[in-house]
């Protein structure tokens, strides 16, 4: 059942980001965009999946900033709007945003930002809550899935009535977590788009001090309205030893944590869903009820420095306060937390023994899960282009021989710094960065520099932020090899369509735009190689590395292995002769299974040779060239 | 053989590394590890072997005259200055082709192909170059195919990669031309428990060529580049001292560089080669320095010593005895050159009790340092 089809009244199992999207379209949103981006590609993906049926309009946009801005054209002229980022997505955003808060808003624009405490699919940890505070918008943070829902269709409210954006912040546990959500009715969008401009600096942040001020009266506006809020509330004893103030997920650690340490009576947890501005006379009415506040969040320290900001504000009123949290010691300073975690810290504030999980659980959970799944490094799929083209980055960097390297960025290939992408890549910053820092090595020829530089980047990459980096090289004259690793998918976020696709984030028909084209049209040597040709590559790419001077353009381009298997047939069945293999002996030292290393290929230590893994082979016959002694066999089907 | 067993990590750290690669080609061919591009070994990957093959047949590896000279003549190797010794010659193609193609008496390109012809080997291993005068091991299979490759350009070639390659092949019985280190590295070959029986048992001939020198391809053909159209060149040469020069022949002219600046892209492993005569091969061939025409021949082994007089009844090589004074100047060259070389490896390791990968006898080695 679609998210747009669930009944008012009824419950429902909702992964976080998809209560996300029906919080919006219980707001009666009518237009959606983003940037894919772990974890919150699914809000946008949802509501992109519903477009039809709901009358909405959904995109995938080429990259976060585009994003929030066709959002915003769409709050301008009167119509709800849902932008949805990863957290380095807000970064990108930000440029916008800082103006767009000036500017203010029309109809509700909700920007939901989903965090990746961990960094488990992220460059960084980074948290997005300084931004609301940065940029002076309204952040609200869901706990539980019902409040991902319900707290999105408030935020629209926010939104116009205080006419700026608001944000919605998430973490993984909440948008990637599934949770039973009551539904609540569902409002068409409106109709009666039409952008009207009250004043010529109607939609401009012009006069800026004016307009600031304004943006600090807003932010002051949501502050009256959370003081209400219902997602704010207090659990616990009058007069509790420990007051935990938290939100969002680290609530329910905090829960969890109290009452496995049995210490309910003891401690009391105010729970904030409005985390900025922070409603300062309800959090006083409860910071005055204790002498000691543990701060449970994650990533960076942001409520417990606005809480001693606030107590710092007030200090004729407040008593003897002592803080405990990240800068104490008590929260580790970065990663995820969970409820042992915040068991521990109440522990050692509270004095109290803490059993953690037992080790007989713990194995018992493993064995658990360990029948379900197989371990296995992180690495590249069977079938993968990219670990192709890695083998042939690696031989021909070996056999240029000038201690050649590669930048890269965020995206399946990043994986390519470890085991099944041969260490190539040395760099990974933001999107496209790779690019950005090849213009700079290539630029250092003056100061002696003389290894080859080969950056790579995906195509969706390619689109999002690497263009501008190519342009930079080829007008400052720049020395380094751009390798786009074309596999036609944005693929580590989940195959969303891209500009280079000729499909829409709804399925509909589009132009697709011809990487190489674009290419060419910048004016620079551009060639296009099937990474499953090892040889042709390898010779391409010292080609291109020996070809010095000015920008050269590799293309790479084979589909996803998984979008191919999902198309249909393999290409090839692929087996081993087993009296051709030479195994551990010298002459081979199982260069598929130990250096080439794709999942498909496993070593059968009762026969000391190699084996295909039937299950995991995509059948892309990669490896029978890999293989020096002809053992690898492929048969077409 | 008592060479110690170790595998390609040290290969590379010992040898690799260390810029005492030859560049035989020995270790390249058979296996994904080690492959020869533009004048260089490249590894590919790690090889996690304790043991390799590599290791065990590279001539810049524990190398024992001695032991070598039991297992290719069956004796140790003799006092003197040229290895093993059943005559020393002059020799030259007789009348055909290869007197014309040779690079000084044909004697080798008519020797290959005359075994070839008479079915004494049925596959060759020389080395040719390409237009970019970049070297590499030519396997053929007859006179056409042995003139293509005759000539040299004095580039190191890994050639026998080429032998790797044809071992695998249906040819039964290879001949090969190879310079010292190559010759050393066949010896290695013979030797190691790590070799193929039935690969380095189908080697059937080896003529040595007497070598002092070879250049480092890269920075060679760049310096060449700058001098002269790499595409019109048809053969190198060094005339004898006092000379002096390098000269470069084109159908049209003849460039003559000072030999100091060719010298500047000697390999520095040859530096460290004691062996100017490639002691332990059948045949050992060079220049006979100021008998324009002719080659100085050693014959060492049997085989060789057959292969010769066959020759001779043939007509397809004429022999004549060496002057004594051209006897001399040989032994004195090949003394220097071990003396010389010895003297490097002390510089570079720094003591005479370790000798790279050279294994001498005290006494031998005070002999030579005296």
Known sequence: MSIATGKAGTSELYMGNEAIARGALEAGVGFAAAYPGTPSSEVIATLAEVAKEGEIYAEWSVNEKVAMEVAAAASFAGVRAIVAMKQNGINVASDFLMNLNLTGTRAGLVLAACDDPSALSSTNEQDSRPFAKWADLPLLEPGTFQEAKDMTRWAFEISEEIRNACMLRTVTRVSHARGDVELGELIPPSKEARFTATSPVDFTPYPVPFKHHQMIAKLEKARELFESSPFNRYVGPERPELLVVTSGACWLYSLEAVKALRAGDRVGILKLGTTWPLPEKFVQKHLARTERVLVVEEVAPFLEGNLKELVGGHLADAGQLTFYGKRSGHIPDSGELNPDLVAKALGSVLDLEVEGVSPEYVQKAQQLTGSHTHMRAIGFCAGCPHRASFWSIKNALKLDGRGGFVTGDIGCYTMALGPTGYFQVKTVQAMGSGVGLACGFGNLARTGFEQPVVSVCGDSTFFHAAIPALLNGIYNHSNFTLMILDNSATAMTGFQPHPGIGKTATGETTPAVDIEALCRAMGVRVEVTDPFDLEGTTEKLLELLRDDGGVRVLISKRTCGLVRARQGEPDYRVHIDPEKCRGDACGCARLCTRVFQCPGLIWDAETDRAKIDEVICSGCGVCADVCPAGAIINEAI | ?370
């Open chain 2, 1 to 370: 053989m008592s060479a110690e067993l170790k595998g390609p990590q040290q290969l590379q750290g010992e040898v690799i590394d260390k810029h005492l690669c030859a560049l035989c080609g020995a270790c390249v061919g058979v296996c994904p590890y080690l492959v020869s591009h533009q004048g260089r070994i490249v590894v590919m990957d790690e090889c996690n072997l304790s043991e390799g093959r590599c290791y065990a047949v590279c001539p810049r590896t524990s190398v024992d005259f001695d032991e070598l000279n039991r297992v290719v003549f069956g004796v140790p190797r003799p006092e003197g200055e040229l290895g093993l010794v059943r005559e020393v010659l002059m020799a030259r193609a007789g009348e055909g082709a290869a007197r014309k193609k040779g690079q000084y008496g044909g004697t080798v390109s008519a020797l290959m192909s005359f075994a070839l012809r008479e079915g004494l080997i049925d596959s060759a291993v020389l080395t040719s170059s390409d237009e970019a005068l970049l070297p590499s091991g030519s396997a053929v299979r007859d006179e056409a195919g042995v003139l293509d490759c005759a000539g040299s350009n004095f580039v190191a070639a890994p050639t026998l990669a080429e032998f790797n390659r044809e071992a695998v092949t249906d040819a039964q019985r290879i001949g090969v031309v190879a310079t010292s280190c190559q010759v050393l590295a066949l010896a290695k070959m013979r030797t190691s428990t790590l070799e193929k029986r039935d690969q380095i048992d189908k080697l059937a001939l080896v003529v040595g060529l007497f070598c002092t020198w070879s250049l480092r391809y890269e920075d060679f053909v760049g310096f060449l580049r700058e001098k002269t159209d790499l595409a019109e060149i048809t053969k190198v040469d060094i005339p004898p001292p006092p000379a002096e020069v390098f000269e470069v022949y084109s159908n049209s002219s003849c460039v003559k560089l000072p030999l100091a600046e060719v010298r500047r892209f000697i390999r520095s492993t040859c530096d460290l080669c004691t062996d100017m005569t490639a002691e332990l091969a059948d045949l050992s061939v060079g220049s006979a320095e100021g008998v324009p025409g002719w080659n100085t021949l050693i014959v060492r082994s049997e085989t060789g010593a057959e292969l010769v007089k066959k020759a001779v009844a043939d007509g397809a090589i004429e022999t004549a005895p060496l002057p004594e004074e051209n006897l001399e100047h040989l032994k004195g060259a090949a003394l220097n050159k071990r003396k010389r070389a010895l003297r490097n490896i002390i510089d570079k390791s720094g003591s005479s009790e370790d000798l790279l990968y050279l294994k001498l006898s005290e006494e031998a080695l005070e002999r030579l340092l005296a």
